[in-house]
């Protein structure tokens, strides 16, 4: 018998849609849990790579590239602006100075592959210039 096989036969009137089945053992809740750990991480590395393919592709960036990347259990967009200049530079405005070094470890993390985070200074704001290089 295979490990898989279950000591009931199951029929297609017992299954649940959307993974609703019913598990009771703690090994099955634990390797379940497990599992959609990792699948949520990969759709999330996948849609990360779809955004920055599609910026590649097109030749031209968009604060769109870094929606899915987190500052502190934040989004990104609650702690700084994105905005684009010249149509290939993408330019963060951080809203407090102490988030600073944490938007610019976030963006680094996130390994969006053209982007290069250097840090501008100017009088009103601190901004990142994250060039595509």
Not at 24 to 48: F, Q
Not at 108 to 116: E, N, Q, S, V
Request: with cysteine; aromatic share 4%; net charge negative.
């Amino acid at each position: 018998m295979s490990p898989f096989a279950s000591a009931e036969p199951s029929t297609i009137s017992s299954l649940r849609p959307s993974s609703q089945q019913s598990l009771k053992k703690p090994a099955d809740i634990a390797e379940h849990e497990k599992c959609e750990e990792k699948m949520n991480a990969a759709v999330e590395w996948l849609r990360s790579d779809c955004a920055s393919t599609s910026t590649r592709a097109s030749g031209r960036v968009t604060p769109a590239v870094l929606s899915n990347v987190r500052v502190k259990e934040q989004g990104l967009e609650e702690v700084a602006a994105a905005g684009v200049q010249d149509g290939s530079i993408l330019v963060m405005t951080v809203f407090d100075e102490e988030n600073f070094k944490h938007v610019e470890t976030a963006i680094y993390d996130a390994k969006i592959p053209p982007i290069t985070p250097q840090r501008l200074h100017t009088r009103t704001s601190e901004s990142l210039d994250l060039s595509r290089r």
